[in-house]
């Protein structure tokens, strides 16, 4: 079974997203609140996919993505994203983003992301 990490300070956020991947058969998950936790926990657990917000307190999502990145290059990270932030989009991009997911998300695109990159 997948291992999927949902990175965000916003509780509700994470609940959205694991409510929405629920919905389709993923169960794993590992949550953390901020790109400092999510790099630790990455560590850690060493999930099969990150969905990480951008904006956060303590380390951002861009930050969070490069020091994960640097430990495992194979790493799959989505990053989200709210309207009007495509230049940290392109920066995510470029620093190893398998996708971006667009707030306010809609359930659908989630779960088409995380498979297709899952290979679902």
């Known amino acids: 079974m997948e291992k999927i990490m949902l990175v965000d300070d916003a509780a509700f956020m994470r609940m959205m997203i694991k409510n929405a991947l629920t919905q389709k058969g993923y169960s794993n998950f590992v949550e953390a609140q ?4 999510a790099v630790k ?3 850690e657990e060493k999930p099969d996919l990150v969905i990480m917000d951008i904006t956060m307190p303590n380390m951002d999502g861009l930050q969070a993505l490069k ?3 640097e430990s ?6 989505v990053m989200c994203t709210a309207m ?4 940290m989009v392109v920066n995510a991009i470029k620093s190893g983003a ?3 997911i667009v707030k306010p998300f809609n359930a659908e695109r989630i779960v088409q992301t ?6 679902k």
Do not use: C, M, P, W
């Open 34 to 37: 901020d790109g400092a936790e």
């Open 114 to 119: 995380v498979n297709s990159i899952l290979g």
């Open 41 to 43: 926990k990455y560590d």
């Open 72 to 77: 495992d290059t194979s790493a799959k990270i």
């Open 67 to 69: 020091k994960i990145r």
């Open 84 to 87: 009007g932030q495509e230049s």
């Open 98 to 100: 398998k996708d971006f």
